[in-house]
């Protein structure tokens, strides 16, 4: 019986371990952007444009190319920011004022007073655009 036991601990680390691997690319594949993934940047508006360079100018040393995210700020192309949970208000307030943080583990997200008001509308279009090309809406 004992030989029984031993010879189905490789059958059951291989299943693990294809469990694991799709559990991980389940994952992946629901949360675009997350953890510096690649990200679909569609035909931009002309606000977007603008945005998209302010963002690269302000954001992206946090928050990475297109929003994927980056080793000192998350993916803002990611479910969690979707309009439903993080509107368009919560991405003013945090570039205005700061955000603390709630969701990821980075710490607290400083205000950029270098970012005007017109500019945070132009940034959000771009992110909001970018999301929804990534199926985030």
Known sequence: MTVVGKSTRPAIAVLAAAVLAAGVIWYLTRSPGANGASVTVP????LAK?????FEANCVQCHGNH???????????????????????????????????HHWRF?????????????????????????RANGIH
Do not use: C, N, T
Request: glycine share 14%; aromatic share 4%; no cysteine.
């Open 43 to 46: 035909e931009l508006s002309g």
């Open 107 to 131: 710490g607290d997200m400083p205000p950029q007073p270098q970012v005007k008001h017109l500019e945070i509308q132009a940034i959000v279009q771009y992110i909001r655009e970018v999301q």
């Open 50 to 54: 603008a945005g998209q360079k302010v």
């Open 67 to 101: 929003g994927s995210g980056g080793d000192k700020g998350p993916p803002l192309i990611h479910r969690i920011y979707e309009p439903s949970h993080h509107g368009d208000e919560s991405f003013r307030r945090a570039a205005a004022v700061g955000v603390r943080q």
